[in-house]
Each structure stands twice: as structure tokens, then as C-alpha cells.
């Protein structure tokens, strides 16, 4: 399995203002995925980011709003951009297992907690 | 919007007893995936079923998977006061794709 860590855990920002959310894996990994959850509902994907490629958005979801970075195979931050209340979400990263072969299996770091005022 | 739709929504009983939750999906996958969520922090995965499984154990977790009716199950046996938490499936298209969620069920175990 992969450890994931997120920072910040939480945060509480004013409107208009960005946020930028770290996602540390403890192993390299070729798919990183960030998910958006908006309170209480399910997940849904915001973008996919591959090393050395840019982020596929799915769609209602743009690259002004939600900029993504993958430096390298461990790493990957997901900036929330001009923000409004309605961005008010737990945002999570998540990793497929890294080998030869796809596992299949995704791990989710433990999610950032953004309240916008 | 969301492939997955599970049942029921909400779910409360005794310590003891067994829980089912249920997933519906509208298209082929390569795999189903349920994960469990405490109180709107991370998601713990539990268990993946394979297109080509039937059925999977994972000590009190049992997963089924009938592609032919585009549906599985979660059992959870002998259910403690901590299972309380919410219920995901999510389902990969393919080998290594994303993953599509349903909306979840919220299980409630009374000690």
C-alpha cells in the first residue's frame, strides 16, 4: 500500500484568495488523481496529473481554477484559485500502487477540509 | 454525474447484526472498489473485486460482484460500534483509469 499525506489538513479562507494543497506519497507512483467532495455527497474526480505531462481536467473543471503541479513521482500540489464559498469542500488526493503492473488498487491521502468565508 | 448508486442511503442497526449495502453501475468496468469513510476524513480502502471475481473475503468483509445485473455487495458481519461510518463503491473502467463513486451509504451501528 502507499502512504499519503496531505497539508494543510484544514484551513478556513477568506473569499477571492487562493489555496494551495499538498500531496506527498511515500513511494513513486505513476497516477495521481485529485477528487473534490462537497459536503455531505460523494466524490468526484477533479483531474488527473501524470509526471511530466499536463493534468486531463474532467469536465466543469479548468486549469484557472484549479491549477495542478506533478514535479515528480512523489509529489503533486492542487491550487484552489480565487475561491467562493461554493469551493468549500474536502479536497483528496489519490494513488494507484506503483509496479510493473497496474494494481488497480487507489489509496487516498486524508483529505484537506477548505470552509471559504 | 455519478455511475454508482448505492442502497440504502442510510442504514442504522444493533451491534451484532450483519450489514448489507448495495451498488448499482451503468457501464462494463474492469474492477469495483468499496471504501470506507469516518466522519468526512480520508477514505480507507477495504476491499477490490476484479470483473472476473464473483466473490471476495476480507475477514468480516464480503464483497460480491453480478456483472451481468451491473451490481454489488458489501457484507459486514457481526458489525461493530466503530463501523459507523460511510460506505463507497467506485468503479474503474479499466486497468489503472479512474474511478467513478457512488453516492454512499451511512451506516449506523448502535452499541
Known amino acids: 500500500s502507499a502512504v499519503i499525506s496531505q497539508k494543510p489538513s484544514r484551513d478556513i479562507c477568506q473569499r477571492g484568495t487562493s489555496l494551495t494543497i499538498q500531496c506527498q506519497v511515500d513511494s513513486q507512483v505513476t497516477m495521481m488523481f485529485w477528487y473534490r467532495q462537497q459536503p455531505g455527497q460523494s466524490l468526484t474526480l477533479i483531474a488527473t496529473a501524470n509526471q511530466g505531462s499536463e493534468a486531463t481536467y474532467e469536465s466543469g473543471f479548468v486549469i484557472d481554477k484549479f491549477p495542478i503541479s506533478r514535479p515528480n513521482l512523489t509529489f503533486s500540489t492542487l491550487t484552489v484559485s480565487n475561491m467562493s464559498p461554493e469551493d468549500s469542500s474536502i479536497y483528496l488526493c489519490s494513488v494507484e500502487a506503483a509496479g510493473v503492473f497496474f494494481t488497480d488498487t487507489q489509496y487516498f491521502g486524508p483529505g484537506t477540509r477548505l470552509t471559504v468565508l | 454525474s455519478q455511475q454508482g448508486e448505492e442502497d440504502p442511503q442510510a442504514l442504522s442497526i444493533q451491534e451484532g447484526e450483519n450489514a448489507t449495502m448495495n451498488c448499482s453501475y451503468k457501464?462494463?468496468?474492469?474492477?469495483l472498489q468499496w471504501y470506507r469513510q469516518n466522519s468526512g476524513r480520508g477514505l480507507v480502502h477495504l476491499i477490490l473485486i476484479r470483473s472476473n471475481e464473483r466473490e471476495k473475503h476480507s475477514g468480516r468483509l464480503r464483497v460480491t460482484l453480478d456483472t451481468s445485473k451491473k451490481s454489488s455487495s458489501l457484507l459486514i458481519t457481526a458489525s461493530r460500534a466503530a463501523d459507523t461510518a460511510s460506505y463507497f463503491c467506485a468503479t474503474g473502467r479499466a486497468s489503472g483509469s479512474r474511478l467513478t463513486f457512488g453516492e454512499g451509504t451511512q451506516l449506523t451501528v448502535n452499541p
Open positions: 457501464t462494463s468496468i474492469n474492477n
